[in-house]
């Protein structure tokens, strides 16, 4: 196939409007109103190149567009402008617009095949013709004509329209009608609709919109039991009314129905509501309430208790209080007692708790009764403070006294009497009570309340010396008796230790001999007796010894007899024992004024002896060989002595 330049072409672009590909312009015949027409565009290959094939081989493309010569009849589009393949298809779009006759055309817009396309087959005439006009068909739809509605209820009014030639739609009703401020009345609802033809059909409902129903009345109390006994309130109910009418408001009226925050105490009392409106009449609705928020009012009545001395009580005071309550009235008995607690000079009693039948408390203590004197305690006695004369191991020795005190912290005490009791001579153990003490308000401590034993001897130990010297006697050394002993007794507190006897003695001089006992509470009895023990009498020294300060001349280491003898009284002494020693001193050679020698010299050692025959004792004494001068002295047992004087020479 060729072109009209005479130039051989690749392919065709060519379209299906009556199925055959040739080119002769195809014919497509709309409607106005009507649906649009359609056409594919495809590639049709013809080797007019020299080439077998096509030329669009998925790396080569063709840009193409197309064109209604008279767009006032018809309009034209296409679906994809570009071929990319022999089998690529493209959908070109008619729409009618008024009737007449246009031509629509394909022309390139892009090639880089290196080839050329014949367009003619793609070229078609669109003839659009006037429509064939019916009337369209109109409804009112959502009410129905006649009908009554619920205000706030009707449904939504709507037009519904059905044209053969413009098809369905739904046009917006027209509504006419006067309606009260709630929304109450007739309405009318108008639908029309006009065609593209001129055809014009109308249609209208009338209904009714009323208030069907009467307004509905509620209430709240907050809170919403209530808060105290028996159906009482006893805080600050609020009682709030709520009406709803939703669809007659305007035409409300009310009768009550008044919100009231309810703060002061009151009997049962009756809040009502009514409401009338389009919808009807609700009501009246009522609602009881009584509020009884303050407890019972309590006051002080009397007292009664034990009364002492001076305005005292002296047991625990009970108080009667009454209670009243002007509303919901005193649970229970109106009149209660309370007891005191505690002593002292001005004890108030509180009131006991009252609950009235709402539920209301009275606090405690709130109201108090007069100040009363109350003393339950009687005076408190101490220790006792014990006076008299110690003695050992807790004795006394004397009478006791013990003094007691009392003391009272509340009404204190009445007698100023110090409360002292003694042993009154009595001996031995024994408990000393306190007195009797009372208080001012009368409670009296008995006695014997406190106590404190004692241990009083008071009287001394006797004690007795048995044998020994009588006391006045007199005795010669040697003759002394023997030592007496003792024995001591105590009725009360006993011996403490056995008594002793000191003092005794048998030597030359005047003893005293003591008994002495302690008892066990130290006191202490003495008995002496008083005795002589006399010295014996020595006579001597005899001849050949001078004596009386002589100075005797004797030679060194001869033997000089000392004679004497040795008397207790009467009675001579004759046993050489009773002799303690003889001895002799050098002495100091004083002026002689007197001397002689002796004239009987003896030999032999010195010795002691008896002489029976002479009836004396005889010493020999060996003088010293040493020149000088000696004092030679015989002491007795009893220490009775003599000496004589000497005077050693050649």
Same mark, same amino acid.
């Given at each position: ?121 793609a070229t078609f005439t669109v003839n659009v013709a006037a429509p ?57 609802? =108008? !639908? &029309?609709? @006009?065609?593209? #033809? *001129?055809?014009?059909?109308? +249609? %209208?409902? /009338? ?64 809040? =009502? !509501? &009514?409401? @009338?409106?389009? #919808? *009807?009449?609700?009501?009246? +609705? %009522?609602? /009881? ?77 709130? +109201? %108090? ?44 005490v009445a007698s100023t009497n110090p409360g002292i009791v003694t ?122 010894v001078d004596m009386n300060g002589v100075w005797n001349k004797v ?96």
């Amino acid at each position: 196939m060729f072109t009209s330049a005479g130039i051989a072409a690749a392919d065709d672009i060519a379209n299906d409007v009556d199925e055959t590909i040739d080119a002769t312009a195809e014919l497509m015949t709309l409607n106005v109103g009507g649906a649009n027409g359609t056409t594919t565009l495809f590639v049709q290959p013809t080797g007019g190149d020299g080439k077998s094939g096509c030329n669009l081989t998925g790396s080569t493309t063709l840009g193409v567009s197309v064109a209604s010569s008279n767009p006032a009849v018809a309009t034209v589009s296409i679906s994809n402008s570009t071929f990319t393949a022999c089998g690529d298809t493209k959908i070109v779009n008619v729409t009618p617009v008024s009737a007449g006759t246009t031509t629509v055309t394909v022309s390139q817009t892009s090639n880089n095949t290196g080839a050329t396309f014949n367009f003619a087959p793609a070229t078609f005439t669109v003839n659009v013709a006037a429509p064939a006009n019916t009337a369209p068909q109109v409804s009112v739809t959502g009410v129905t004509n006649g009908a009554s509605y619920q205000v706030g209820d009707v449904p939504p009014p709507g037009c519904s329209v059905t044209d053969a030639e413009d098809g369905p739609s739904n046009p917006a009703p027209t509504i006419t009608g006067t309606l009260d401020p709630d929304g109450l009345g007739n309405v009318t609802t =108008t !639908c &029309s609709y @006009t065609d593209t #033809g *001129g055809l014009t059909s109308t +249609v %209208s409902a /009338t209904y009714s919109i009323v208030d069907q129903s009467a307004p509905e009345i509620s209430y709240t109390i907050s809170p919403p039991d209530p808060d105290g006994l028996d159906g009482w309130w006893t805080g600050s109910p609020v009682l709030d009314w709520t009406v709803a009418e939703g669809d007659s408001p305007r035409s409300l009226a009310l009768d009550g129905c008044e919100d009231v925050t309810i703060t002061a105490d009151q009997l049962a009392t009756e809040y =009502t !509501c &009514s409401a @009338t409106s389009s #919808g *009807g009449t609700a009501g009246p +609705v %009522s609602v /009881t309430i009584k509020r009884d928020g303050n407890a019972p009012v309590v006051a002080y009545d009397s007292a009664t208790g034990t009364p002492g001395d001076n305005g005292w009580y002296v047991g625990d005071v009970t108080a009667t209080f009454t209670a009243t309550d002007g509303f919901s009235g005193v649970a229970g008995s109106a009149s209660a007692t309370a007891t005191s607690s505690g002593d002292g000079h001005a004890v108030s009693i509180g009131n006991p708790a009252f609950t009235d039948r709402a539920g209301n408390t009275t606090v405690a203590d709130v +109201v %108090s009764s007069p100040g009363f004197k109350i003393d339950t305690a009687a005076p408190t006695v101490g220790d006792a403070d014990l006076s008299g004369t110690e003695g050992n191991d807790g004795w006394y020795t004397s009478d006791v006294s013990a003094s007691f005190t009392a003391t009272d912290a509340t009404s204190g005490v009445a007698s100023t009497n110090p409360g002292i009791v003694t042993s009154g001579g009595a001996q031995g153990s024994m408990t000393l009570h306190s007195p009797e003490f009372r208080d001012l308000a009368g409670n009296v401590t008995g006695s014997g309340a406190k106590s404190v034993a004692v241990k009083v001897d008071s009287v001394a130990p006797s004690v007795n010396l048995v044998d020994g010297p009588d006391d006045g006697s007199s005795h010669y050394f040697g003759s002394v008796p023997a030592a007496p002993t003792c024995e001591a007794s105590d009725a009360t507190s006993g011996i403490a230790e056995p008594c002793t006897v000191s003092g005794y003695a048998t030597g030359v001089g005047t003893h005293t001999v003591t008994a002495t006992v302690t008892d066990e509470a130290g006191n202490t009895t003495t008995v002496s007796r008083t005795y002589t023990v006399n010295a014996w009498t020595a006579q001597g020294f005899y001849s050949p010894v001078d004596m009386n300060g002589v100075w005797n001349k004797v030679k060194g280491g001869s033997t000089v007899p000392l004679k004497f003898e040795l008397f207790a009284g009467t009675n001579e002494l004759t046993s050489i024992a009773s002799i303690k020693s003889f001895n002799y001193r050098s002495v100091q050679c004083e002026n002689m004024l007197a001397s002689d020698e002796i004239e009987m010299l003896t030999s032999g050692s010195t010795s002691l002896r008896y002489d029976v025959t002479g009836g004396q004792f005889i010493q020999n004494w060996k003088v010293p060989t040493a020149v000088g001068c000696y004092r030679a002295t015989m002491t007795a047992l009893d220490g009775t002595a003599i000496e004589a004087l000497f005077k050693v020479t050649k």
